[in-house]
């Protein structure tokens, strides 16, 4: 047994599944959890001293590879001064300053401390500015696990076959409408039957909890007419793809300017984060200076906030560093579809800048449903297989593999290598 195997079995014994978040207890793909020890760059190192090259880069926000000396230097100094104050502090300030500087629509900004709170905070307040109740969402896309919002959820909610969680009541979600990615009628309908009653329309700009569904053209342009015929705001979840896709997030990258917008763990380089944020008159009707209330110790932590305000502060000194990641990703994943083209596998790649998955169904993945026709025990056996080779992906079909600035061409030309090893012998 090793040292992960005998961490895990004391672990079930005081955590529920052993895990503190459902994807990482690796039921998904039948295996155990590597625990994980630390990390360096582009690699996680686990408590048997096994190395990884890490293609999770913790769900995304590590951009710059795990533990960079700007950030962890950022961290060690804000540490010395205290962890938390339960106060007003000037860094949160900063932190506001800079991102209100950076992203299109956002004049205002509240830290919350983490995406399900950003998220469910911004629906409450697009509820108190439109004195509307219904919100519609999109099946398959994940915006946290808030009530109102589990009700065909991607990502791990996806994997286990739960579209819907126990100990939600009907009422919490009476108020959610669904609707289908990637097609503008289905929104529209909905539209049609509740012309007065949505008060917004919450969508993942690039869909990454059902795998990775890019957005197809004029749909994102299509939701933004939408709601502003019928007086909906449009909530855009930037979770994964703010500061990701390029510095402005979604909103930059395909030109649309959304009412709201959540972050998430990418604004706190990885330690535990949220925001909201998005028109000042909006905004504005946040406690203290207005009705709609939202409150919490934590939000505006400081060591949280010196290391994303540190790495933000690197990207945006840096908007080279997103060309070279896109260039990567783009040849790392198009050398990917050739591996599977070659090796007549009924696969699919999906990818967007830094963002991709391979899916395993021979139909193009556009939505919750054709990601639904993908065989899961076939991607479980590629997954085990690229563990055993050094090479950590996504525990779990539905979610999506990230790529760094840390990865190194000799580690992407081994990763290729092994999915081109796992074809050949599967076939």
């Not at 990230?402 to 190194?408: R, V």
Request: hydrophobic fraction near 40%.
């Amino acid at each position: 047994m090793t040292n992960s195997e005998k961490i895990f079995a004391e672990a079930v014994n005081y955590i529920p599944g052993g895990v503190n978040s459902p994807v990482r207890a690796f039921g998904s793909i039948g295996s155990t959890p590597r625990m994980i020890k630390r990390a360096e760059g582009s690699k996680l190192y686990d408590e048997d001293g096994r190395e990884y090259i890490d293609f999770v880069c913790s769900w995304g926000p590590m951009i710059l590879g795990h533990n960079h000396p700007k950030v962890r230097e950022a961290v060690q100094e804000a540490c010395e001064r205290g962890l938390s104050f339960g106060a007003a502090t000037k860094i949160e300030v900063e932190m506001a300053k800079l991102i209100c500087e950076s992203v299109p629509s956002i004049e205002m900004i509240r830290m919350v401390n983490s995406g399900t709170e950003a998220v469910m905070s911004a629906i409450r307040l697009a509820r108190g500015y439109t004195k509307r109740d219904k919100i519609v969402k999109f099946a398959g896309c994940y915006h946290g696990h808030s009530d109102s919002l589990l009700i065909q959820a991607g990502s791990g909610a996806l994997t286990a076959g739960i579209p819907d969680s126990a100990g939600v009541p009907e009422g919490c979600t009476k108020d959610t409408l669904s609707a289908v990615y990637n097609d503008l009628s289905s929104v529209e309908e909905l539209f049609g039957q509740f012309p007065e009653e949505i008060a917004c329309v919450v969508v993942e700009p690039v869909a990454a909890n059902m795998g990775v569904v890019v957005p197809k053209e004029g749909f994102l342009k299509g939701l933004r007419s939408l709601c502003d015929r019928y007086g909906a705001l449009l909530l855009f979840d930037e979770v994964i793809t703010g500061f990701r896709l390029c510095f402005g997030g979604a909103q930059e990258y395909f030109g649309v300017k959304a009412d709201l917008a959540a972050y998430g763990k990418i604004i706190g380089a990885g330690m535990p984060v949220g925001a909201y944020g998005g028109k000042r008159e909006i905004m504005e009707l946040v406690a203290p200076l207005g009705p709609v209330y939202q409150a919490g110790t934590l939000s505006g932590n400081p060591v949280a906030m010196a290391a994303g305000y540190t790495q933000l502060s690197i990207l945006k000194e840096h908007p080279e560093y997103y060309d070279a990641l896109h260039k990567k990703a783009d040849d790392f994943f198009g050398r990917m579809k050739e591996i599977v083209k070659e090796a007549g596998a009924p696969c699919q790649v999906n990818h967007i800048a830094s963002l991709g998955c391979l899916f395993f169904t021979q139909e193009p993945v556009t939505d919750y449903r054709s990601a639904k026709t993908s065989d899961t025990k076939a991607y479980a056996a590629y997954c085990n297989v690229m563990l055993e080779k050094g090479i950590y992906p996504a525990p779990a079909q539905f979610e999506a593999m990230f790529l760094s600035m840390a990865h190194t061409k000799e580690e992407l030309e081994k990763t290729l290598e092994g999915i081109r090893s796992f074809f050949k012998f599967s076939a």
